[in-house]
């Protein structure tokens, strides 16, 4: 039998251009996404020049390399407002209303259904200004053409970690369908990574690095982006990536069998 | 007159606290989404361990967790639930009763306050049996002052928030607004350090805003350091003006809010 | 049937409402024209309706989707500012949303709740006592008296996300009764309820007007809603009241035929039918006339006579679609 399939990009590209449609339907909302990320970004910088208290140095970490972690944070902020928010964000909604159903009766993976069916173009204002603070600063710490090649790998692997974090999350709402917030928890503990992990206590340190993993979301990309990257640490992060990855999918095909429609 | 509003105001916090309870789950996790001052506790414990302030790491503890527990109490979010409201057409719901619909939000925040309670009772207990150097009692008139000013700074914020989530009337999604002026919240209110900390030029201009008063000013107060100076009656005075003031706006914009919202077709 | 008196209690003269709406191309250009510069339209829900209830009627209010039927609830419930026009409500102004004029109204909106959701329904009426400032044993009282009259007693304590569509319709109901409105207006109150759950918050209303003396205004899609309850409909179209009055004299005059079936022997050659009346359709054998009412005997005694009958039945053709015949038709009015 042949079955007519649209390509998976070709699906993924009509979801983002019919919610970035009905996204920009709110002007103000646009002048207001670009203050907001202008002002986050502002919050950071400031709060990081009063913990440097005007040395040059902090934690081992140079003002510029700091920089570079604070613009890695700003492009994951970006990510999690484009892609993760509007539709992880959305889970909650579809099991509180029953509408989930419609998303498993569709011949497309439910896994990418839920994870790709809105796009907010007000995550592009920090993916844009993320980018380039990150440039600059990586070049102002001297970072090199390889350098920025080989963060390519670890800044993935961050996305994928952060990914998974929020799918395996919001996919507890499958039991928990009150809970509205779980995924604002992890919003906050991600925060941490606003500053490179190193200016922590010992207490914290282990808390970021092996209970909520921010160290690999932020630091171990701008570690490597301004050559001081181990090997060690890149793998670990794309072994926990993969990992993160595999338990995602499996911890949400073992949650859709405790899925019982709601009643109205 | 006030036999009606007192039974009114148990009705609604008793209904409220009953609704809060069955968010039991809920307000754990809320609790934990406001923990970003002890992450930045223990940032500010190295800075101080690491370079003279004037300060010890356990001044730190101190100044992060009350100011925890001041953001606790003083937590709102009125302004998701308006502009849903006004999204989904249920304000219309709320208009029709014969009372301003703003006290049953405030009854909800009130009645929230007390089903946290607990856990953030167990919370506290835990961090000081984690690190028992932080203990203190606080001065009993520092600690009255201290929750005197935290219930002026969340009325002020209710206020304050409950004043831009007339916003939704016009725009879409006021939620975004609130956004921004959460970024200033953050930067001037002394959540990201002690505002005695703040180059001088930056805590003048904060000092305009009503910014120290919603979290430093409470902080300050409970704590009585003197590296964190407060004048507690000028405190009083300027809360009480912005309170006011916005009280005042609040009603101007619902006016004109209400005109719109029927123009929408309600 | 119902308990009306010749007080007028709602009177609304020549009201309208036009909305601007914003106006948007599908695609990606459309949006970034929209985004640049924004086109509007004004909509004119409703464009100029007057009518006069008085006290204890109970009177439908008709119409497709998009006739204004919300709108005009919404103007005299005090939700929407009318554009142009007058509405009084017992006496006051609705949009003023007085106090002691929203303690003597409600409106039952079938798609919306005011119901706490996570809490049983009594803790949810408890606030609607206080704010209506009905007395703790008087509350008590009239809940259970609703209760009763629904027959939702024992649901009153279960959280209210464990009830059926039809029980938290009812526990609706009695919320929005509670302070005992005088003037009950309702927006498709039967909105997806089972056929039980409808027969019984007809019933209900009915005995709630009988007993109160309550006016009632409702719009419902379920044509039964308004034959069960009102004698009098208004009916709006395209923002326009188009009728207003008995309801059966509506039906003698937009539907002056009703409809003979039979059912035959054997099928007939359609020339032999067609002499007897206007065929409306054949169905092997089964045939549908359509007489006029005068010729109604006479048709059936010819019938009878001529034809090899098994069975036989005489109907009017259901509301809807003499609803739907007169809108269907461009100008009402004409036709009449």
Redesign the interface.
Known sequence: MRRHRTPLLRLVGLFW?TS??AE??Y?VD?VLAVLNSGFGLLTTIFGLSLVFGGGPSFAGWSWHQAMVVVGVFTILEGFTRAVLEPNLGQIVRHVQQGTLDFVLLKPVSAQLWLSTRGLSPWGFPDVVLGVGLTLWAALKSGAGAADLALAIVPLAAAVVTLYSLWFVLATTSIWFV?IYNVTQVLRTLVEAGRYPVSVYPFGHRMFFTFIVPVAFLTTVPAETLVGRGSWAWIAASVGLAALLALAARAFFRFALRFYTSAS? | MIG?AL??A???L??RY??ML??RAELVLWMLAGSMPLILMGVWMKVAATRPLGLEPVDFARYFLVLFLVRQATVVWVIWEFQEKVLT??L????????DPVWNEVAKHVAERFARLPFVVVLVALFFALYPDARWVPHPWALLSGLLLTIAAFAVRFAIQYTLSMMAFWTERAGSLQSVWFHLYVLFSGMLAPLSMYPESVRTFAELTPFPYLVYVPVAATLDHPAFPVDVPRACAVMAAWGVAFVVLNRVLWRRGL?QY????? | MSAASDEVVVHVADLAKH??V?D?Q???V???R??VRRKHRIIE?VRGVSFDIARGEMVGFLGPNGAGKT?TL?ML?????PTTGEATVSGFVP?R?H??F??Q???V?GQ???L?W??PAL??L????????VPKAEAEQRIGALAEMLSITDILTQ?VRKL??GQRMKAELLAALLHRPSVVFLDEPTLGLDVNAQTAVRAFLRDYNERYGATILLTSHYMADITALCERVLLVHDGRLVYDGDLAAMVARVAPHREVEVELEQPLPAEQLAALGEIERVDGCVVRWLVPHGALTRTVAQIMQTLPVRDLRVTDPPIEEIIGRVFAGPAPEARA
């Open positions: 251009s970035v449609a920009m339907e002007r646009f009150k109205s | 009606r039974r009114q148990r009705a609604l008793s209904v009953a609704e069955e968010y057409g249920a219309s719901q709320r208009l029709l009763q014969p009372i005109r029927s123009g929408m077709g309600a | 909305y601007r914003a948007k599908p695609g990606v459309g949006t970034l929209h985004f829900a709108t919404k419930t005090g939700l929407v500012h949009f949303r106090a002691d929203l303690r109204i409600t409106l909106m919306k709740q005011q706490v996570d809490l803790d949810s408890r606030i609607n006592a206080a704010v209506y400032d959280p059926s569509l």
